[in-house]
């Protein structure tokens, strides 16, 4: 793993080593590269700006609103060139961690007793990349690490990781769930046919901010415009546009509550009416943007930043 022109990152346990403990990596850079690393089962969050995570020839763009979880051994690159410093938040699991937890989460508890250490099986279906608009996940990543490190005790961190595996299972059992209302008569089609959506779906969030068609998401994802909105909309109970407006209102969302004009974060998100932006963002968030300027105006700072401090 290759990193360049990055400040040192914040890692925690500071003695800790990526595939071997639970681990907490933090940083905050202009400039950060990372090449072919094949690490641990993690997961991507960004704090602020957005990040590309490049696994094989996917691009996969993660923003506050977002995560990416990447499987064990799977390799990534990603880049950062930016004009601002971007900051990441990425936890990194012990191998068989979470597949520990889901195992006693779906075992008899007299299983459990007589042999808590048995091995537990694969995941399958966890890289992904996952819009969490609520920051079930997400929001509990961003305040893992300032947490950590001020713990006066080792058993919170542990604890912390704990409750962040069965949030992460109940994501994926959501996947199993969307995955299982694709409409496909045979089990190897409808993982096929998800596994395409899933392509198209990422392609959303890689273009949320530029003009995007049907035809266009639909080629990204090998299939017809026809069975990938049918497809689209049954395994994710929305339709592609309505999925990726709500991309773009989370991102202008964001882009507000850190600071940005209404205006400015309107067409940053690939708005291109004011008013028609006004009209969706109440709909979706029951305000209008400027009220949620006003807020952060009166607060005089991020409304979305994590409790406690984090040092680069």
Request: hydrophobic share 40%.
């Amino acid at each position: 793993m290759a990193i360049q022109e990055a400040r040192v990152p914040y890692l925690f346990p500071e003695d800790a080593q990526l595939g071997t403990h639970n681990v907490v990596l933090y940083a905050r850079a202009s400039r950060h590269r990372v090449d072919n690393y094949a690490g641990p089962l993690s997961i991507k969050t960004v704090l602020s700006g957005q990040v590309a995570w490049i696994v094989g020839q996917r691009e996969l763009i993660v923003d506050r609103s977002s995560f990416l979880i990447l499987s064990a051994g799977e390799k990534y690159s990603m880049r950062i060139a930016e004009s601002k410093p971007v900051e990441t938040c990425c936890v990194f699991f012990a191998p068989g961690f979470v597949e520990q937890v889901a195992l006693n989460a779906t075992s008899p508890l007299d299983r459990a007793l007589d042999a808590p250490d048995r091995l537990a099986p694969p995941l399958p279906y966890l890289s992904a990349l996952h819009n969490d608009r609520e920051r079930a996940l997400v929001g509990r990543v961003h305040t893992l690490a300032p947490r950590c490190k001020k713990a006066l005790a080792p058993s919170g961190f542990e604890e912390d990781f704990l409750l962040l595996a069965e949030r992460l299972l109940q994501f994926y059992a959501q996947v199993r769930e969307q995955a299982a209302r694709v409409p496909a008569l045979q089990e190897s089609t409808r993982q096929e046919l998800f596994r395409r959506l899933l392509l198209g779906r990422e392609y959303l969030h890689s273009h949320s901010s530029g003009p995007v068609s049907l035809v266009t998401v639909a080629r990204a994802a090998a299939l017809s415009p026809y069975h990938f909105h049918r497809g689209f909309t049954q395994a994710f109970q929305q339709t592609p546009h309505s999925y990726l407006t709500g991309l773009r209102l989370a991102r202008a969302r964001t882009t507000i509550q850190q600071g940005s004009p209404v205006l400015d974060a309107c067409l940053e998100a690939g708005f291109s009416s004011p008013s028609a932006f006004s009209r969706l963002f109440r709909s979706w968030y029951g305000e209008l943007p400027s009220a949620v300027r006003r807020k952060f105006a009166r607060s005089g700072k991020n409304s979305n930043a994590p409790s406690g401090k984090l040092n680069a």
